[in-house]
């Protein structure tokens, strides 16, 4: 089993940078992969990041390249998802993920095993 708990959304204008955090529990975190996705209102779950076990491989959508960076204390069992130029169409629930069958990331949520409850981030234009 592993509880994940995320933490960091808020409201923020366009433009402005928010970090998120997802504190993990329940099984070596250094083990296995993670990701973070969101659902915005009225739309399917999309993938936003990926993050090897050992964070030196990482992953993004293409909306978000060059904009968000996923990164992960294993010390501290926590993945992050710093995010900055947020846009208006950044707003969404943020969920983060682990892959517990797999160090490597996936871009697909199906592939995912464990979910945390999400946080909300809305970006004022």
């Known amino acids: 089993q592993v509880q994940l708990v995320e933490s960091g959304g808020g409201l923020v204008q366009a433009g402005g940078s928010l970090r998120l955090s997802c504190a993990a529990s329940g099984r070596t975190f250094s083990s296995y992969a993670m990701g973070w996705f969101r659902q915005a209102p009225g739309k399917e779950r999309e993938f936003v990041a990926a993050?090897?076990?050992?964070?030196?491989?990482?992953y993004y959508t293409d909306s978000v390249k060059g904009r968000f960076t996923i990164s992960r204390d294993n010390a501290k069992n926590t993945v992050y998802l710093q995010m900055n130029s947020l846009k208006p169409e950044d707003t969404a629930v943020y969920y983060c993920?682990?892959?517990?069958?797999?160090?490597?990331?996936?871009?697909?949520?199906?592939?995912?095993?464990?979910w945390g409850q999400g946080t909300q981030v809305t970006v004022s234009s």
């Open positions: 993050i090897r076990w050992s964070g030196g491989s990482t």
């Open positions: 993920a682990a892959d517990i069958n797999s160090p490597h990331g996936s871009s697909w949520s199906w592939a995912y095993d464990y």
